[in-house]
Each structure stands twice: as structure tokens, then as C-alpha cells.
């Protein structure tokens, strides 16, 4: 018996590791990952590197063409973007 009361400390810790910095990261990653699967073109996104831009078209092997300005259209991978700042209407049926 003495010795399973040695690791209850151990178990304990690893129970507050998980519900306080694991499970809340993997929540993260997932709402990340639907974040980024939900754009459309016309969506106005940041980026990981600051760039503010509106989604021209969404390709298909994980990247996107981002216009900037008027004319300046640059490649990005889908999984950059930090956020979206505002999301166009689905069209209507």
C-alpha cells in the first residue's frame, strides 16, 4: 500500500496539467482548424505575419490567394491565418 501513495502526487499534477494547459490547447487548435476550412472568398482575414487582406480564392491544396489592395494578390497557406475579421453571406439558394 505504501507504494501506490508515493505516485498519487505524480497523478495528481499530471490530472492539473491536463485539464489546464493541454485539453484548453487542443480546443484551440481544433476551432483553429474549422476557422480555416470555413473561408470563403470575400473574407476579410489576418494573417500570422499582421498582412489584412480579403480572400480572392480558395485553392485546393491548403492555399489561398489573398488580395491586399487593389491588384496586389498574394499565395498563402491556408493554416497562416490568425483570423477573420469579418465573413461574407453564404450565397442564398
Do not use: C, W
Not at 7 to 22: D, G, K, Q, T
Not at 52 to 65: F, P, Q, T, W, Y
Amino acid at each position: 500500500m505504501g507504494g501506490i501513495e508515493q505516485f498519487i502526487p505524480l497523478i495528481l499534477i499530471f490530472a492539473i496539467m491536463y485539464f489546464l494547459m493541454i485539453r484548453p490547447q487542443q480546443k484551440k487548435i481544433k476551432e483553429h482548424q474549422k476557422m480555416v476550412q470555413n473561408l470563403r472568398r470575400g473574407d476579410v482575414v489576418v494573417t500570422q505575419g499582421g498582412l489584412i487582406g480579403r480572400v480572392a480564392k480558395v485553392k485546393e491544396n491548403n492555399e489561398l490567394d489573398l488580395e491586399l489592395a487593389e491588384g496586389v494578390k498574394v499565395r498563402v497557406v491556408q493554416s497562416t491565418i490568425a483570423d477573420v475579421v469579418s465573413k461574407t453571406e453564404p450565397a442564398s439558394d
